[in-house]
């Protein structure tokens, strides 16, 4: 084994990391910012993706598809969190995890309805589509790209939730909504916008990751799994225990399917477990309560 | 002589920098009626939760008739006769008085581990709690949801749970606070009834209550024990009045 | 007198009834010995969810390991359905007690991924361990022998149904007995507040590992008479869609409420039958709308429907129970 090889095993988990970063860095927000239990998280994701792979197929540039993914996405969020998550708020785990499990069906059920159930196609763009070279080796450019992606994504959040009133704002509403409107902050406002972009960025994960998780009827269902697994492990604190634990179970599914490919879903697994096990309200805890 | 129902020895405890229980040390004999007071911070709560095993002390013993507990999880200490009320409800709100004393017996009867016979058994526990309620003046509340009872008798059916329990050793955390004064007759009523061989401790800031209640009063300041003494002694003392007493007897 | 008779006869009419649709709808046999594997499925859940307050979003895990359970045991030990019933039901309650043991002390977000988790590892060895398991392409060849050497499974489903029945029957008798028993009000306390019974000096781990062992046994029976009644066991009986299954079912049906799994799982089932074969797109569509009017609007499902009937055609009769 050179270090040539290692580095790019490292730098594969790396791009696959960053890939489940941005398509779960919206069930960060939803679930873990606003702590609702949000099982429709690879819905909304879908909703996105579809609207997207549909803007693509007319002609519309990938930019372009991106933008399309996240308004769909998130106006969808916007009603759904209207009508749906707003009544739940007040009502603990289960109500939430079983509505929300409810509107996943009924998405997967209208996009199969309205889109039959083939595969969506998501072609790349020519200049993410070819390879580039990074000094030691040619390399798949989407993959850099997507590291790219995560990075600014990340530093995105942590500008507009860390640095200005508004994140303030929302993780006061969150510990305290009835305080936060006897002071006068519009709370539900607040939750509704957080809400919406929780589910936009899941809409441009969508459509970002879709060459490696691709687009397909069971696709909320199938990758649910995973999207709670990164903020599990993660923890409810912020993004950036999202980001550590996409990184490293990125990097551990990487390293594991090139060591012992037969084992390597119980290595993932495994390591699921034991992270969850060793640090129970994850890497970065949220405010206990 | 027997030993004590309950001996704290050389109970420490520190957050970081922060002490915030030094070598406490406390005796209660059977039948004990004493008060543990002290201003807010003074490391009451944190003192009964060194007692009750929700925190684990870092140096100390803590013993019950004898027996070292302080290895023992929070339930196995209940178990053991160390029991507490809270001072904000911690009841079985959607089940009925009578239910949530009668899975206190069952409990302490180790018949909570029954699957199969129920009527009987349960029905035994039923019956137990409703002369307990009954004795209590709980009259017909007894069959209402804990969580819909009037704020006075759920602080009341604390006390029935606590005393179902039999301890050899009760911890009371303010056992009428909040409770509006039309209804605290009935609380001071079941307290001086208390069972005489249980050794009773009352965590109170309510200076008439503790002075009423208790033959012997422990003064907590800042995680050490300030002094103790019969509540004359305490009544007296220039330093308690200062640090504790003068803010709210004149 | 009059009260409690009419509450036996309330128990006993579900049970007559079932016993007499062997006569009443012989051609749908195996659809009706489909609701009973459902409800009893669901009725673990009500157990450890409903009572005990365990939010688990795998407890498909247990049905699966009892479906492979009892047929790798027909296949390779012995054909006789009942002691493959027995093994698979000792499979799954040792398989909960002791992922149990090891997740029981979280609670929330943690306790729900953990058992997603479980699950996931489960069909993940289920996949690999293709010389027990057949792999993704099932598991096959199950051929029970006659119930009690006597009653051979016919071709029309008679044996298996009312087989089916008296199993279920059994499991449900227990279960009740269970949760009017002080261990199963012990659980009802436990999920309103574990803190509460902590201060009683009940063991809440101890306890809550002991519901979920007895919730997966039961689930690993349902497993069984599935793997019985179809005679194949598929990787999907352990996957996420059949943990969601039943959480619907339950849910649908009424948590803590005495019929609402068996409720839950007549109306999936039979609307799962009939509807999926004309587009089982637009029958998910119809669930997932259910399910959110249930949470949203009706919090004590169809047995809760019901009741509120029940009290609209009889206005005057309280203090019954």
Redesign the interface.
Known sequence: MSVLSLLTILLDGLAFGMALFVISVGLTITLGLMRVVNLAHGAFAMIGGYAGSVALANGAGFALAILIAALAAGGAGLAAERLLFRPLYSRGDLPQALMTFGLTFVVIATLTILFGTAIRIMPLPPSLAGLVDIGFRAYPAYRLFLIAAGALLALLLWLVIDRTMFGARLRAAVDNPRMCRAIGIDVDAIFATTFAAGCALAGIGAVLGAQLMPLEPYYALRYLVLFLIVVGIGGTGDFRGSLVASLVLGLIDTVGKYFLPGASSYIFFAAVIGLLLWRPRGLVPGPSQ | MSAPAIEVRGLTKSFGALHVAQLIDLSLARGARAALIGPNGAGKTTFVNLLTGVLVADAGAISLDGARVDRL????R??RGL??T?QIN??????SAR?NV???I???DG?????????R??AA?LEEADARLADLGFGASADDAAGSLPYGLQRLLEIA?AIS?KPRVLLLDEPAAGVPSGEAHAIHTAIDRLPKETAVLMIEHDMDMVFRFAQEIVVLVQGRVLMRGAPAEIAANAEVRTVYLGRSRP | MIARAGNWAMRAAPWLAAIAVNWIAPDYMSLAASVLTMGLFALSLDLALGHAGIVTLGHGAFYGVGAYAAGIFAIHVWADPLAGLAAATLVAGLVGAVTGALILDTSGLTLMMLTLAIASMIAEFANSARDLTGGDDGLTGIRPSPVLGLFRFDLWGHTAYLYTLAVVFVWTMIAWRILGSPFGHSLDGVRQNAARMRAIGAPVRMRLIAAYALSAAMAGTAGALGAQATKTVSLASLGVLTSGTVLMVAVLGGMRRRWGAYLGALVYVVGQNFAAEIDPFRWMLVIGLMMIAVVMFFENGLAGLVDLLDRRARPSTGGGK
């Not at chain 2, 999880?73 to 196995?76: I, L, M, N, R, T």
């Open positions: 999880s929070p339930a196995a209940v178990r029991v507490r809270h911690t009841l079985l709100r959607e089940t239910e009668a899975l206190a069952a409990e302490r018949c909570a581990w029954r699957m199969l016979a129920y009527r058994v349960w526990c749970i329990l």
